[in-house]
């Protein structure tokens, strides 16, 4: 069967963009294939935190992929900082990366730009990145856009192990919906909506109040021409909203637009359709918020289960380099 295999970083609220472009198609794929997703929170160390922070955020962010429709038992969900063999083989993922390859990296650029202290660990990043997808032998990792360059570097390292060491790790392939890769901000709508941009009223929080979500439509920034078209280039925000509509309703994107004359109501019908399927989610998130016991207890089961994979694939790893057996 596909193992696939997914991440999430425990930063901020988790938001539309990563729901369309990530969760609701790990949520359908856990029926269909072998499926792994981790909330990875070494990776949220990238950036600076405060003590605890990860911790409430890791358990808040589970709770949430609960809610959205993930159910361990159909897949594994597991947070990354339990199963050791993912430093342990970033270390290997590492030295099989270049620093060239690693500079070229735009999300590196992008977030480098906006801290004063620049930790290694950003810099590394795609390396844990490729230790995570590598150690479980994954055929395919479904992801937003923003990530196709991450797996692109990680097939790259897994490609150059491979022909140094042996046969070793399996290639992965990025798989990118066709609806909702690129959710942009409501009112940066040439950025994409982003849990670390301080853009409150442009970004959807999957826990937004239905009130809050219908004035963050209302507000969004379109253009004055009044014609309502899909065409991204020129016409950014009447596009996104489209992009949002139809993802959110399995709709294609040109022929909602056929069926609209004015942005208003284009408005109030995304943020219905939005709130309609978020409102489900919401309503477990409430019962799933009141017994972190539970939440806790599932995350070890899946811990248990990512361990006896990525233990077994660290092993060949490093059989394959020749390390001395200790
Ligand atoms: P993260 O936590 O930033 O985002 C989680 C997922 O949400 C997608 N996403 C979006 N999709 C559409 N529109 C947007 N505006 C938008 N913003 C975010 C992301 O593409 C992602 O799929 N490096 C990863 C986490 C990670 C990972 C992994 C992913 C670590 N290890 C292994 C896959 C496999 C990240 O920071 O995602």
């Excluded at 959205?68 to 430093?87: A, K, M, N, W, Y």
């Excluded at 590598?134 to 150059?160: K, S």
Aim: proline letters at 5%; one cysteine or more; glycine letters at 6%.
């Amino acid at each position: 069967m596909t193992r696939v295999f997914s991440g999430i970083q425990p930063t901020g609220e988790l938001h539309l963009g990563n729901h369309l472009g990530a969760v609701r198609n790990w949520v359908r794929m856990q029926h269909e294939t072998d499926a792994v997703f981790c909330v990875v929170d070494l990776h949220a160390l990238t950036m600076p935190k405060t003590p605890g922070e990860v911790r409430s955020a890791t358990l808040h962010l589970s709770q949430l992929l609960l809610a959205s429709g993930l159910d361990p038992e159909l897949c594994i969900l597991f947070v990354q900082s339990h199963v050791r063999e993912h430093t342990e083989c970033a270390w290997l993922m590492e030295c099989n990366v270049s620093f060239g390859e690693l500079s070229r990296m735009t999300q590196f650029k992008e977030k480098s730009e906006r801290q004063r202290f620049i930790s290694s660990g950003l810099f590394t990043y795609p390396a844990l990145q490729a230790a995570d997808i590598l150690l479980y032998d994954t055929n395919e990792v479904p992801v937003g856009d923003d990530q196709r360059q991450h797996i692109e570097v990680t097939r790259d390292i897994a490609e150059r192990f491979n022909s140094r060491y042996g046969p070793t790790f399996v290639l992965p392939e990025a798989v990118i919906p066709a609806a909702g890769a690129r959710v942009m901000d409501l009112q940066h709508p040439t950025n994409k909506m982003s849990k670390s941009a301080d853009s409150p009223q442009g970004t959807v929080g999957v826990l937004d109040e239905p009130t809050a979500i219908e004035k963050k439509f209302k507000r969004a920034v379109t253009d004055n021409d009044n014609e309502v078209r899909y065409d991204p280039d020129s016409k950014p925000g009447v596009s996104n909203l489209l992009s949002i509509f139809a993802a959110a309703t399995g709709g294609d994107p040109n022929e909602l637009a056929s069926g609209y004359t004015q942005y208003g109501r284009l408005k109030v019908d995304t943020a219905e359709a939005v709130i309609e399927m978020l409102t489900p989610i919401q309503q477990r998130f409430a019962e799933l918020e009141a017994d972190p016991a539970e939440t806790a207890r599932l995350l070890a089961v899946g811990a248990d289960k990512a361990r006896e994979i990525a233990s077994a694939t660290i092993s060949r790893a490093k059989a394959n380099i020749g390390i001395l057996e200790g």
